[in-house]
């Protein structure tokens, strides 16, 4: 592929990425998934299919999908892959670069079902009292905080009291952090996103922009919300202060040790952090907060629909997980405990 083409291809591809981010409404994380499949794909095009892009059809994207699954792309990535694909085909065919729509018969495997991991009651409950001992006032048992500045920083170096306030103030935050991604089911991206006046303290609420920019708002339980007073009483201001004083005061909710919005990777640290304080041997993440909050919703009776409307899934097919994830934990349970299962 000559330099020309290959400059080509990345003007296009660049446009592309921007329909998506102006246009769709979809999320930074969505637009880098989807540039990157469409960078690969020209690129397969070019390289391997020795085509011009009007040339493209059905059978140039399937042999790009086998290429794909040769490099060892599982069902999962296949099927981001060709979503990637259609949605890409559908924007050339709407802008006129090709002729005709080909992507609407470019079919992946089909993924098999993955129930998603989740936290017992007990589990969730040694996760979210380890932050809440961490943050607890002077005098009061907690963990101890040691001289580190990242999520979480220096949490359970030992009990004893915290008097630096920055550290206190990390303790609180990550305290409210893991109570609101437990009690609302908020995606790790909502709750970066979240402004100060998102959260209704009289309504018991917070307004969340979701996937596509859609809005909702969620009900927040009474420990998350003390959690939250908490910290932006006696630990935002504090982390604050480390903000750059030639930039306007920061609107977000949560912030990380410079002042600045809290970032999603600085959430997954956090929870590695709490989860080994808690002793949890499997890997979770933030999404493991927000399918255990979904999940205990539906073993205490919450039915579907609400269910949906909490986690804003647009489809109830996307809920439905949640019974099997139940079901699954219910046969375990029999399996253990009943002398004739």
């Known amino acids: 592929m000559s330099r020309a083409e290959e400059e080509i291809d990345e003007v296009l591809v660049e446009t592309f990425a921007e329909h998506l981010r102006l246009e769709r409404g979809r999320s930074e994380h969505t637009v880098r998934a989807y540039h990157r499949e469409a960078a690969g794909l020209l690129e397969h095009l070019r390289g391997v299919e020795r085509i011009d892009l009007v040339e493209l059809d059905v059978a140039a994207l399937r042999s790009w999908l086998a290429a794909r699954s040769e490099t060892g792309a599982g069902a999962s990535t296949l099927a981001r892959s060709a979503a990637a694909a259609r949605t890409f085909t559908t924007w050339l065919a709407a802008t006129g670069r090709i002729p005709h ?22 589990q969730a409950a040694s996760l979210l009292d380890g932050a809440e001992e961490g943050s607890a006032g002077p005098g009061e048992p907690r963990s101890g905080a040691g001289a580190g500045a990242g999520a979480g920083a220096g949490v359970g170096a ?38 100060r006046r998102g959260i209704d303290h009289a309504q018991s609420t917070v307004r969340v922009l979701g996937k596509g920019s859609k809005e909702r708002i969620v009900p927040v339980g009474r420990p ?16 604050l202060q480390n ?4 930039r306007p005061e920061e609107p977000a909710l949560f912030l990380g040790v410079r002042g600045r919005r809290l970032g999603d990777r600085a959430v997954r640290t956090m929870i590695d952090h709490y989860a080994a304080q808690a002793g949890i041997a499997k890997h979770i993440s933030p999404h493991t907060l927000r399918h255990s909050a979904a999940t205990h919703l539906v073993e205490g009776g919450a039915d579907l629909r609400s269910v949906q409307d909490f986690l804003g899934h647009s489809s109830l097919a996307t809920t439905q997980i ?5 079901a699954d934990r219910l046969r375990r349970t029999i399996d253990q405990a009943h002398p004739r299962a």
């Open 101 to 122: 729509d080909v992507g609407g018969r470019l079919r992946a495997p089909r993924r098999g079902r993955h129930l998603p991991t989740v936290l017992s009651g007990q």
């Open 322 to 326: 949640y019974t099997h994830v139940s």
């Open 158 to 195: 030992g009990a004893g009291a915290v008097e630096d306030p920055l550290q206190q103030a990390v303790l609180l935050r990550d305290a409210a952090v893991l109570e609101l991604l437990y009690s609302s089911g908020l995606r790790v991206s909502e709750l970066v996103a979240l402004d």
């Open 224 to 239: 998350a919300l003390d959690a939250v007073e908490r910290w932006e009483r006696d630990g935002r201001p504090h982390l």
């Open 243 to 246: 903000s750059l004083s030639d």
